[in-house]
C-alpha cells in the first residue's frame, strides 16, 4: 500500500493499492499495443491530441495545483504556475515537433543520403517528486510527440498526482493505453524497476533525481543495452563578481534558493562572490532571506512551503548542523522550528571552506552557502569544485567579461544576470554527476528517436 501525507500538517491524504508483477506486465502489453498504432499516426493529428493536453491543463491548473501543494507542500502560487508551464512545452511541441522531426538530406558525392528520426517504442520514465507535473510533462511531451509510448514510474509521495496526469492524457484523446503509471512498493521498487527496464516492451529510460537513483537506474539500463537519458542532482554555483548589480544579485538568488523551499536540482546553492562585496552582498541576502514567510502552502504570502518529507527535513538540517561544527557560520536559520510540518526556514550559511558538508554536498531545501572568492579565477575554480554540473550563474555589469567567467564553468546551462531555468525553447541537462543527454528543444525530442541513415544509390 502507498500512503501519501500532507507535509504541512502531516495529515495522511490516501491510500493507494499497489501493482503486482502480473498487473505490471499487463500495463507495459496495452502501452505496447498502442504505441504501435500512435507512431503511425501523422504528427499533424498527434498535434492536435496535444493542443488539447495544453488546454486541458490550462482549464484545470487550479485544481492540479492544489494536488501538487497537498501532496508535497509547494506554495500554491508556485504549483499553479507549474502546470501552466506544462500547457506551455505540450504547445510548444505541438507546433515544433514536426519541424524537428523532418528528415534531412545529405549530399554524399553527388548520391543522395538522407536522415530520419523514427520513434523507439516505449520509453520508461522515473520521476521525483519536487515538480510533480513539470518534470513529467516535459519528458511525456517531447517522447509522445515523437510517436513513442510512455510508461512512469512515480514518486510513491505524489501518487495522487500521478494518477491525474494519466487521467488528463485520456481526456485529451491519447489512444488509450498510450500514456501510463505504474504504482510500485518502495520495498521493491529496485529490483521491479530492473525488471522493468530489462522488460523487451521498454526501449529506453530517462530519470529525473538524485545521482544516487540515477546512477542505479543507467547500471541497470546499461545492463539491459537500453538508451538512457539522467537529468540529475545539481549543486549550482552562482558566482557574483565585484562589479555585479548587488541588488540583482542579491534578488535573483534569493528567488532561485527559495524557490520551492529550495527543493530544486537546478536552484542556486552555492553562492561564490568576491571577497570586496561579501559583506554587502550578505547583508542584502539576510534581510531578504530573513523576511520570507513560511507556512501554509494556501495561505497568501508565503515563500516557504515545507519540505515534502521528514526525512528529507532532517537529513538538511544534519548538513547544516555539521557545517556549523566544522567552522562555519549560520546568519539566520538553521534551527527546526517548533510546528507541525516538515518546515525548515531560509538559512545562510557562511564562511564556508572545501571540506565542510555544505560546500560539497548538494543541500535540497532553503539553505544558501556563501564562498569567498579572490578574484575571477579564483571564482571559477570554487565553482568548478564540485561533482555537479548542472547549472551555473555569473553576475557582473560587463557583459564581456561575465560571458569569459561562463565559459569557463562546467556546467549543462549558465545564464547571466538571471536565474537559472528550465525553458522548452533551450536544451536542459548537465554534465558530471548531474548526469547526460538533454531535454526540450529540438535536442530533447531527438533523444528517444531512432537516427536512421539512408543512402539512395
Known amino acids: 500500500m502507498i500512503i501519501t501525507i500532507n507535509p504541512a500538517n502531516e495529515e495522511v491524504l490516501a491510500e493507494y493499492p499497489v501493482m503486482t508483477a502480473a498487473g505490471i506486465e499487463q500495463v507495459l502489453e496495452a502501452v505496447e499495443h498502442a504505441s504501435c498504432t500512435w507512431k503511425k499516426m501523422p504528427l499533424d493529428k498527434r498535434k492536435i491530441v496535444m493542443h488539447r493536453l495544453a488546454d486541458l491543463l490550462k482549464k484545470q491548473k487550479d485544481e492540479h495545483g492544489a494536488m501538487i501543494s497537498r501532496e508535497m507542500g509547494k506554495p500554491y502560487a508556485e504549483a499553479v504556475a507549474e502546470v501552466e508551464k506544462c500547457a506551455w512545452v505540450c504547445s510548444y511541441y505541438a507546433e515544433h515537433a ?49 510517436g513513442n509510448g510512455v510508461v512512469i514510474k512515480h514518486a ?45 516492451v ?17 547500471s541497470k539500463a546499461g545492463r539491459a543495452l537500453k538508451r538512457s537519458v539522467l537529468e540529475l542532482g545539481g549543486s549550482d554555483p552562482y558566482v557574483v563578481l565585484d562589479d555585479a548589480d ?13 524557490l520551492n523551499a529550495g527543493q530544486s536540482c537546478v536552484a542556486a546553492k552555492r553562492f561564490v562572490v568576491h571577497h570586496s ?46 557545517s556549523r561544527r566544522q567552522g562555519a557560520r549560520v546568519l539566520c536559520g538553521g534551527e527546526i522550528p517548533e510546528m507541525k510540518g516538515y518546515f525548515y526556514p531560509a538559512t545562510i550559511v557562511t564562511d564556508v571552506s572545501p571540506g565542510m558538508v555544505v560546500y560539497g554536498e548538494e543541500t535540497f531545501g532553503p539553505v544558501a552557502s556563501v564562498i569567498e572568492a579572490l578574484d575571477d579565477d579564483d571564482a571559477v575554480r570554487i565553482a568548478n569544485d564540485s561533482p555537479y554540473g548542472l547549472g551555473s550563474a555569473v553576475f557582473s555589469r560587463d557583459q564581456e567579461r561575465a560571458k569569459l567567467v561562463a565559459a569557463r564553468l562546467e556546467a549543462g546551462n549558465c545564464f547571466v544576470n538571471a536565474m537559472v531555468k528550465s525553458d522548452p525553447r533551450l536544451p536542459f541537462g548537465g554534465i558530471k554527476q548531474s548526469g547526460y543527454g538533454r531535454e526540450l528543444s529540438r535536442y530533447g525530442i531527438r533523444e528517444f528517436v531512432n537516427v536512421k541513415s539512408m543512402y539512395f544509390a
Open 98 to 146: 514536426e519541424a524537428y522531426l523532418q528528415p534531412e538530406t545529405v549530399d554524399i558525392d553527388g548520391v543522395t543520403g538522407q536522415v530520419t528520426f523514427e520513434p523507439l517504442g516505449v520509453v520508461l520514465g522515473v520521476m521525483p517528486w519536487n515538480f510533480p507535473f513539470w518534470q513529467v510533462i516535459r519528458f511525456a511531451s517531447a517522447v509522445v510527440m515523437a
Open 156 to 200: 510513491p509521495n505524489v501518487t495522487g498526482s500521478a494518477i491525474a496526469l494519466e487521467n488528463l492524457f485520456k481526456e485529451a484523446g491519447f489512444p488509450e493505453n498510450l500514456y501510463r503509471t505504474l504504482h510500485i512498493d518502495l520495498e521493491r521498487v529496485d529490483q521491479m524497476v530492473g525488471d522493468i527496464i530489462a522488460h523487451p
Open 202 to 218: 521498454i526501449k529506453a529510460v530517462s530519470v529525473t533525481g538524485s545521482t544516487a537513483a540515477g546512477m542505479a537506474v543507467a
Open 246 to 258: 548587488l541588488g540583482l544579485a542579491a534578488d535573483v538568488c534569493v528567488a532561485s534558493r527559495l
Open 277 to 322: 562585496i561579501k559583506s554587502s552582498f550578505e547583508e542584502m541576502l539576510l534581510e531578504k532571506m530573513g523576511n520570507a514567510k513560511m507556512g501554509d502552502p494556501f495561505e497568501s504570502g508565503i515563500r516557504i512551503g515545507p519540505i515534502a518529507r521528514k526525512d528529507l527535513r532532517d537529513a538538511l538540517h544534519q548538513q547544516v548542523d555539521r
